[in-house]
């Protein structure tokens, strides 16, 4: 009975499935071709359509199914980006048939797939590599910074702590710090003044580097000789073939471009930039500024004795004019009586690193020079100042990691050589004239190490001695992480400075000349200044796309060269006051990267001031509090908006007087204005309260990509409003010569701040 059972099922089976069979030595075999080229179509997949058997082409385009039971079949051959095929085929009860198919191509219409990279922002780029509450930024989330109308790296730095004057950029201003106490070095090679002014804030080229950051707690900020922060820009690595990218807006225009040299891995990258705040300007109208300003770089490096080296050279000139009388009428030609504004700074540098036996070892080697001139019109009469700063450096170091922590020195040999003159019209000898020679030497270094298994503790030293003595800087950090996502961090640092600056900070005549009048430690009456910090910092990271962090901290500094107590001029005619600092503040700052939009936001209170024998005031930086924020985000995947918004509360400011016409630069007015010679003589300094400073900007990108030859291109247009909500905002107070009341001088007007195209292939 069971027997009879089993022979039914197998009847029922084989009526059921025609292909089924107890032993069938047939089989079907063949090649599949593309029916245009005749070449062979790996991958094809071959099936008998009336049975569960299909199998694939191999490597060589041949398939084989064996196991066929005899009789008609249907066969279908397929395979993407081809038009199936199917046939019947007899198959015989014992041997091979051997069918070769060719298949026609027939393209596949896909449905589009967008694809959006996420939009990175400063604090969540993904490849941090400084500890909060330093900050740094990728060259991609300085473009993405929504409170930029062009890429500008100094103000992607801002927020916070970090405080940068309103449309008068005059330098960084870092937990209450002057501009003088911040350092500038590209790849480790110090630079002087690197700013423009009349809408350029920064001196860099965006498209040469590929990170900003900013060190203002680090070990490595002792070793720097300035008290408040350290910026730091690293220029892009060569690429393997040519590159350029550049820009031409109506504030600029800029072309970068990299590529190998050679085939023995060496390469270069060279930068061009000049402004163009002026193009547009009114040749009638004397109010408008006279602006020259270009900047460049160039870097060549190659292999060399087992490690890399690298040669650097960068330029950066300005040279500005403005009209001693506001409202002039008269032409800019016709007019012999302008203010002269000029600053050029050189830096030529060599780099040599390599890893030794488990130990990253560097030397540099730099020269520096920077000068500033200017012709003013003073109350005493037209003074000519010019002032010169020299460098030269060595430097060597070593950084070795271990199991147990990380070990790093350094070796600093430097020679700082100074001069400053002022001299008038009216008088035969100079109204001042210094001059200092400060060679310095620093020997410093850091080690770091696990005290616990969640406890990483930092102990830093440096040791410099000049021609006044000997000058200790101690640091130590400590950072306990709980979580994986969160860490609290508590850091002490002292630091010394050896060249401060002879420009006075409370002078509007800053927004068109911000450049620091150096002398060095040593010359009459210049001490070395010194600065202490405290503070400890909370940072919360649960995602790469995520970052909130906040910091409290206090700082207290004296030696302090202040111009402003003794002097109303922009810069010091001979009087000048030795004082003291404080700040203290706390600091919030948020980031957030998605794929269709990048968030940042910050906060900063601070309480700032300055003292001297003679007077206590709160510097023009120090507003009480900052909020700045922003949303980039991506309309479409070629379309970009951003909103940026800033607000400041508690600003400053000290009553000039001699009249004044300032306008930031904008297209509505076809260029920058400034004209008169403002001082505040008799003024107290500080004592004016400005109104709260509002602003809201909108920006637009459209970008294209296409391909030229071989190339892939990328065009873009662009252009920001600033000041959507109309606010007249207020920069200072000026009193006009009859002892009338104050007039406010209001800044930028809600206008187009720049259009432009920029490209990359």
Same mark, same amino acid.
């Given at each position: 009975?069971?027997?009879?059972?089993?022979?039914?099922?197998?009847?029922?089976?084989?009526?059921?499935?025609?292909?089924?069979?107890?032993?069938?030595?047939?089989?079907?075999?063949?090649?599949?071709? $593309?029916?245009?080229?005749?070449?062979?179509?790996?991958?094809?997949?071959?099936?008998?359509?009336?049975?569960?058997?299909?199998?694939?082409?191999?490597?060589?385009?041949?398939?084989?199914?064996?196991?066929?039971?005899?009789?008609?079949?249907?066969?279908?051959?397929?395979?993407?980006?081809?038009?199936?095929?199917?046939?019947?085929?007899?198959?015989?009860?014992?041997?091979?048939?051997?069918?070769?198919?060719?298949?026609?191509?027939?393209?596949?219409?896909?449905?589009?797939?967008?694809?959006?990279a996420?939009?990175?922002?400063?604090?969540?780029?993904?490849?941090?590599?400084?500890?909060?509450?330093?900050?740094?930024?990728?060259?991609?989330?300085?473009?993405?910074?929504?409170?930029?109308?062009?890429?500008?790296?100094?103000?992607? +730095?801002?927020?916070?702590?970090?405080?940068?004057?309103?449309?008068?950029?005059?330098?960084?201003?870092?937990?209450?710090?002057?501009?003088?106490?911040?350092?500038?070095?590209?790849?480790?090679?110090?630079?002087?003044?690197?700013?423009?002014?009349?809408?350029?804030?920064?001196?860099?080229?965006?498209?040469?580097?590929?990170?900003?950051?900013?060190?203002?707690?680090?070990? /490595?900020?002792?070793?720097?000789?300035v008290?408040?922060?350290?910026?730091?820009?690293?220029?892009?690595?060569?690429?393997?073939?040519?590159?350029?990218?550049?820009?031409?807006s109506?504030?600029?225009?800029?072309?970068?471009?990299?590529?190998?040299?050679?085939?023995?891995?060496?390469?270069?990258?060279?930068s061009?930039?000049?402004?163009?705040? $002026?193009?547009?300007?009114p040749?009638?109208?004397?109010?408008?500024?006279?602006?020259?300003?270009?900047?460049?770089?160039?870097?060549?490096?190659?292999?060399?004795?087992?490690?890399?080296?690298?040669?650097?050279?960068?330029?950066?000139?300005n040279?500005?004019?403005?009209?001693?009388?506001?409202?002039?009428?008269e032409?800019?030609?016709?007019?012999?009586?302008?203010?002269?504004?000029?600053?050029?700074?050189?830096?030529?540098?060599?780099?040599?690193?390599?890893?030794?036996m488990?130990?990253?070892?560097?030397?540099?080697?730099?020269?520096?020079?920077?000068?500033?001139?200017?012709?003013?019109?003073?109350?005493?009469?037209? +003074?000519?100042?010019?002032?010169?700063?020299?460098d030269?450096?060595?430097?060597?170091?070593?950084?070795?990691?271990?199991t147990?922590?990380?070990?790093?020195?350094?070796?600093?040999?430097?020679?700082?050589s100074?001069?400053?003159?002022?001299?008038?019209d009216?008088?035969?000898?100079?109204?001042?004239?210094?001059?200092?020679?400060?060679?310095?030497?620093?020997?410093s270094?850091w080690?770091?190490?696990?005290?616990?298994?969640?406890? $990483?503790?930092?102990?830093?030293?440096?040791?410099?001695?000049?021609?006044?003595?000997?000058?200790?800087?101690?640091?130590?950090?400590?950072?306990?992480?709980?979580?994986?996502?969160?860490?609290?961090?508590?850091?002490?640092?002292?630091?010394?400075?050896?060249?401060?600056?002879?420009?006075?900070?409370?002078?509007?005549?800053?927004?068109?000349?911000?450049?620091?009048?150096?002398?060095?430690?040593?010359?009459?009456?210049?001490?070395?200044?010194?600065?202490?910090?405290?503070?400890?910092?909370?940072?919360?990271?649960p995602?790469?796309?995520?970052?909130?962090?906040?910091?409290?901290?206090?700082?207290?500094?004296?030696?302090?060269?202040?111009?402003?107590?003794r002097?109303?001029?922009?810069?010091?005619t001979?009087?000048?006051?030795?004082?003291?600092?404080?700040?203290?503040?706390?600091?919030?700052?948020? /980031?957030?990267?998605?794929?269709?939009?990048?968030?940042?936001?910050?906060?900063?209170?601070q309480?700032?001031?300055?003292?001297s024998?003679?007077?206590?005031?709160?510097?023009?930086?120090?507003?009480?509090? +900052?909020?700045?924020?922003?949303?980039?985000?991506?309309?479409?995947?070629?379309?970009? /908006?951003?909103?940026?918004a800033? /607000?400041?509360?508690?600003?400053?400011t000290?009553?000039?007087?001699?009249?004044?016409?300032?306008?930031?630069?904008?297209l509505?007015?076809?260029?920058?204005?400034?004209?008169?010679?403002?001082?505040?003589?008799?003024?107290?300094?500080?004592?004016?309260?400005?109104?709260?400073?509002?602003?809201?900007?909108?920006?637009?990108?459209?970008?294209?990509?296409?391909?030229?030859?071989?190339?892939?291109?990328?065009?873009?247009?662009?252009?920001?409003v600033?000041?959507?909500?109309?606010?007249?905002?207020?920069?200072?107070?000026?009193?006009?010569?009859?002892?009338?009341?104050?007039?406010?001088?209001?800044?930028?007007?809600?206008?187009?701040?720049?259009?432009?195209? $920029?490209?990359?292939?």
């Open positions: 009975m069971q027997r009879l059972l089993s022979v039914a099922i197998l009847l029922l089976a084989g009526v059921t499935h025609p292909c089924s069979t107890l032993a069938s030595p047939a089989s079907i075999t063949g090649l599949v071709r $593309d029916a245009e080229t005749a070449g062979l179509l790996p991958g094809s997949v071959v099936a008998v359509a009336d049975c569960a058997r299909a199998t694939a082409t191999d490597s060589t385009g041949r398939y084989l199914l064996g196991d066929v039971a005899p009789g008609s079949h249907k066969v279908t051959v397929r395979r993407i980006g081809y038009a199936p095929r199917s046939f019947e085929a007899l198959v015989p009860e014992a041997g091979s048939l051997e069918i070769n198919v060719a298949l026609t191509p027939e393209p596949i219409r896909m449905a589009a797939q967008e694809v959006r996420p939009v990175l922002v400063r604090g969540a780029d993904g490849g941090e590599t400084r500890s909060f509450p330093d900050r740094e930024s990728s060259m991609t989330a300085v473009r993405n910074h929504p409170l930029s109308s062009e890429p500008d790296v100094l103000p992607a +730095l801002g927020g916070g702590e970090v405080v940068l004057d309103p449309e008068s950029p005059s330098g960084m201003h870092v937990r209450g710090g002057s501009a003088d106490q911040t350092a500038y070095r590209l790849d480790g090679i110090p630079l002087l003044n690197p700013y423009h002014a009349a809408g350029m804030a920064s001196a860099l080229n965006p498209d040469a580097l590929s990170q900003i950051a900013l060190e203002s707690t680090a070990p /490595a900020l002792a070793s720097s000789h008290l408040a922060g350290a910026v730091d820009a690293t220029t892009r690595a060569p690429g393997a073939q040519f590159r350029t990218q550049g820009s031409v109506t504030t600029q225009a800029r072309v970068t471009l990299d590529g190998p040299l050679g085939a023995g891995g060496a390469g270069y990258v060279v061009l930039r000049t402004g163009l705040q $002026d193009a547009l300007a040749q009638d109208e004397a109010s408008y500024i006279d602006n020259r300003t270009a900047d460049g770089l160039a870097k060549i490096e190659a292999p060399a004795w087992g490690g890399r080296l690298s040669v650097l050279g960068y330029d950066n000139g040279e500005l004019g403005s009209a001693i009388a506001a409202n002039s009428e032409t800019r030609d016709a007019d012999p009586g302008r203010n002269a504004f000029a600053w050029h700074s050189r830096s030529l540098g060599a780099a040599w690193s390599r890893a030794f488990g130990t990253a070892v560097h030397v540099r080697g730099y020269a520096v020079t920077g000068d500033a001139e200017a012709s003013w019109a003073a109350l005493v009469g037209r +003074l000519d100042m010019t002032a010169v700063r020299r030269r450096g060595l430097v060597a170091g070593a950084e070795r990691a271990s147990w922590g990380t070990t790093a020195g350094e070796v600093r040999i430097e020679s700082i100074t001069s400053y003159r002022v001299a008038s009216s008088t035969a000898a100079p109204v001042l004239q210094m001059a200092a020679s400060t060679p310095v030497a620093t020997l270094g080690q770091s190490f696990a005290a616990a298994p969640d406890i $990483d503790l930092t102990l830093s030293a440096a040791l410099a001695t000049t021609r006044g003595g000997w000058h200790a800087s101690p640091g130590a950090e400590i950072r306990w992480r709980p979580r994986s996502t969160f860490t609290l961090t508590g850091r002490y640092a002292r630091a010394h400075q050896f060249a401060q600056s002879l420009r006075n900070t409370e002078s509007v005549v800053g927004t068109m000349f911000p450049v620091d009048l150096y002398i060095g430690a040593g010359a009459p009456r210049v001490p070395v200044a010194r600065s202490d910090l405290g503070l400890i910092a909370a940072e919360y990271h995602r790469t796309s995520l970052r909130c962090g906040i910091q409290a901290y206090a700082r207290a500094a004296d030696g302090l060269v202040l111009v402003a107590p002097e109303s001029e922009p810069f010091s001979g009087q000048f006051a030795i004082g003291f600092g404080t700040a203290r503040g706390i600091a919030a700052d948020v /980031a957030l990267s998605a794929a269709r939009y990048g968030i940042v936001l910050s906060y900063g209170y309480e700032v001031r300055l003292a024998a003679e007077t206590s005031y709160i510097p023009q930086h120090g507003a009480r509090h +900052l909020v700045e924020g922003g949303v980039t985000a991506l309309v479409t995947p070629s379309l970009s /908006a951003r909103v940026g800033m /607000a400041a509360l508690g600003r400053r000290t009553t000039a007087a001699g009249g004044l016409e300032w306008e930031a630069c904008n509505l007015d076809f260029g920058c204005e400034f004209a008169g010679h403002p001082h505040y003589d008799g003024a107290a300094l500080g004592a004016a309260r400005l109104p709260l400073y509002t602003r809201v900007d909108l920006g637009v990108r459209k970008h294209w990509q296409l391909e030229i030859g071989a190339r892939d291109v990328q065009l873009a247009v662009f252009g920001t600033t000041n959507l909500l109309g606010r007249k905002n207020t920069m200072t107070y000026v009193r006009d010569g009859m002892g009338g009341d104050p007039v406010a001088i209001e800044m930028r007007p809600p206008s187009p701040l720049v259009v432009g195209l $920029d490209w990359r292939f």
